[in-house]
């Protein structure tokens, strides 16, 4: 699940993602990614036992836990920890198993595909949404900022 247009699919046709291991901590990936996503229109519900809230939304301690429906479980875990919690993105509905950078899990691709899941593996959301829509600029080069037009 790598093509542009699987990944736009995806993207545009989501609407609640379910971070797994989203930290608090403002420095973290995991954190960055989360808000810029809220402020793209996304609903981020954070999956973490160990906070009580984070970004202003109310976070949980697994995927089991959340009461509403998912469209993508973005993986902010290690590579080993993705198969249980492709079990757990199975049997809460969501649509697809979205592993972040440097993550990937043969078994958990498996056992989401198996399910009907679409599968991303080694990839960010953030980053892929920004690419995709219009978001991702080097330092003004696409803001109007930086041009090689002269100014009136």
Same mark, same amino acid.
């Given at each position: 699940?790598?093509? /542009? $247009? %699987?990944?736009?699919?995806? *993207?545009?046709?989501?609407?609640? #993602?379910? /971070?797994?291991?989203?930290?608090?901590?403002?420095?973290? &990936?995991?954190?960055?990614?989360?808000?810029?996503?809220?402020?793209?229109?996304?609903?981020?519900? &954070?999956?973490? &036992?160990?906070? !009580?809230?984070?970004?202003?939304?109310?976070?949980? &301690? !697994?995927?089991?836990?959340?009461? @509403?429906?998912?469209? /993508?479980?973005?993986?902010? +875990?290690?590579?080993?920890?993705? $198969?249980?919690?492709? %079990?757990?993105?199975?049997? /809460? =509905? $969501?649509? !697809?198993?979205? *592993?972040?950078?440097?993550?990937?899990?043969?078994?958990? %691709? %498996? #056992?989401? @595909? $198996?399910?009907?899941?679409?599968?991303?593996?080694? +990839?960010?959301?953030?980053?892929?949404?920004? +690419? *995709?829509?219009?978001?991702?600029?080097?330092?003004?080069?696409?803001? =109007?900022? #930086?041009?090689?037009?002269?100014?009136?």
């Amino acid at each position: 699940m790598s093509t /542009i $247009a %699987q990944l736009r699919h995806i *993207l545009k046709n989501s609407h609640t #993602i379910a /971070i797994v291991g989203l930290s608090a901590d403002w420095w973290r &990936p995991s954190y960055f990614a989360a808000k810029y996503l809220q402020e793209h229109g996304y609903r981020i519900i &954070p999956v973490n &036992p160990k906070y !009580t809230e984070v970004l202003g939304e109310k976070c949980y &301690p !697994t995927l089991e836990a959340i009461p @509403e429906p998912v469209d /993508i479980v973005d993986v902010f +875990r290690k590579s080993e920890d993705c $198969a249980p919690i492709a %079990q757990q993105a199975v049997a /809460i =509905g $969501a649509k !697809t198993l979205w *592993l972040q950078l440097g993550v990937e899990n043969t078994e958990a %691709q %498996q #056992i989401a @595909e $198996a399910a009907g899941l679409a599968v991303v593996m080694n +990839r960010c959301v953030k980053i892929e949404y920004a +690419r *995709l829509f219009g978001g991702l600029s080097w330092f003004g080069v696409n803001t =109007g900022v #930086i041009s090689s037009r002269r100014p009136l």
